[in-house]
């Protein structure tokens, strides 16, 4: 097992390996996207306190795991590229960082649209949005670490180390916001005893989030395929595939 | 090679800090006289209503103090990185951690310190009631060292920078929020005369928690940065 993640961990294979995963996730990712969107949007019935306006969940919560998900992911990747130097760990952390600042970003639109109708205002100073938004501006400070620095294995490192400050910081920030002020429905789907979600309404949102999740594997390999070429420019298989690319279409 | 104890190198370490500040005794006056201004133009801007004033005192007064903070933030390591005695840092037989926290401390000390020495007077300039004066410099007595410390590790990851100063800031802000709101809820509360034991035993929590974490955290950013 250990030396088959190692083997992966090396440029080419992980390449190829990518190649021939992509395909399969898209597929499902499609597919689970559709199925929660149908479920959530037409089959889910309407609240009857909120009114339609509450579909928006279905967008809003997922983008919001997603956002905290990927942190979790960028820093777990990070400590590994840190401790073990393995290449592709750095740029897996790295290309989660825009990823994940897009889904926050996501969660706080799509929560202000919802916000407007139920609270009554864009913007408050709530609890939970509020560390949504100092979560932004943390991944918004990985990614500004990242492009400042010219050396870009350096530059992956330091994103590493600051992300893992995150990391240590995140649950303070927010339990410290948490107790500054708090406005923000109780979480609905996570307590542990019977969710208060009707499961009619339950199932499509985990669908989503199953898509959603799925999404950020595809994107996240698409994204570190394209860092990884670029930061392999100068070495055979590289060359080797880009070659081929070209034979194929002339 | 001569070898000195780890105490001794902490110790000459703030030594020399210390003495290079006291050389250039100018620029320490640069925190507090910012710290005075943001307060002043806060004023200003805000309007002379002092029940206004009285109420924003706390939230505005830590404001300030954090942006203070920022500001001296890029001389922990600048001048060392520049004259290179910062390699000489990784490369003693020393934990570089331990060294870290010397200089952290000794910085604290020198910008740090002048803001809890100015605060009372700007509590004074926004009608803070006397019995939260004590809150508010206990606040920032607590605080200000876990700025110092947690700002020293963007310090560290972006020292090699030529234009680190704004990164700085957008690194260093977002963590910085725990301590203002148990600060300023802290000063808040006892201008209403309730106990505030809770919110300064959270402020004591961050300290000691930073002294342990912030320290090797350091460490690891400058040896990136230096690589």
Known sequence: MIRYLHQLGSAPRFYSFSTSLLPWLSAACIVLLLAGLYGGLVMAPTDYQQGDSYRIIYIHVPSAWMSLFIYMVMAAAGVVGLVWHIKLAEIISISSAPIGAA???????????????????????????????????????????????????????????????????????????????????????????????????????????????????????????????????????????????????? | MNQTSLSNAFYQLFRRDLLLAFRHRAEAANPPLFFVLVITLFALGLGAESQLLKSMAPGVIWVAALLAAVLSLDSIFRSDFEDGSLEQFLITEHPLAILVLSKVAAHWLITGVPLLLVAPLLGVLLGLPSGAMATLMITLALGTPVLSLIGAIAVALTVGLRRGGVILSLLVLPLYVPVLIFATSAVETSTAGIPVVGQLSMLAAFLAGAITLAPPAVAAALRVSMN
Request: hydrophobic share 55%.
């Open chain 1, 103 to 250: 889904f926050a970003f996501l969660a706080l639109v799509t929560g202000s649209l919802w916000g407007k109708p139920m609270w009554g205002a864009w913007w408050v100073w709530d609890a939970r949005l509020t560390s949504e938004l100092l979560l932004l501006f943390l991944y918004l400070g990985v990614i500004a670490l990242y492009g400042a620095i010219e050396d870009k294995r350096n530059a992956s490192r330091a994103a590493a180390i600051l992300a893992l400050v995150g990391v240590v910081n995140i649950p303070i920030i927010h339990y410290s916001v948490e107790w500054w002020n708090t406005l923000h429905q109780g979480p609905t789907v996570t307590k542990f005893d019977a969710p208060s979600i009707h499961v009619s309404m339950l199932v499509p949102l985990l669908l989503m989030a199953l898509a959603f999740k799925l999404y950020y594997a595809i994107a996240v390999l698409l994204r570190a395929r394209c860092e990884l070429l670029v930061r392999e420019r100068n070495s055979a298989w590289a060359a080797e595939l880009v070659t081929e690319r070209v034979k194929g279409k002339s």
